[in-house]
């Protein structure tokens, strides 16, 4: 996988048709964040759920928000 980290894009797959997306992570924000996008490929959403470690690299787990 590429680099993660904060105020950065960092890359994620979608749950859904596997396509590589990227999602802006604020790191003013919140150390866990979560929340849906949709795919710019397949338009289904993806929940996100972001997580900033203590040295501001960045971890993401993508689910399928529902079986669409
Ligand atoms: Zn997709």
Known sequence: MDEFGINQENPYDCAFCGEENSVFVDGSGARVQQFTEDCTV??????????????????IDVEREYDA
């Open 42 to 59: 397949c338009c289904r959403p993806n929940l996100l759920k972001l997580t900033i470690e203590r040295d501001d690299s960045v971890n």
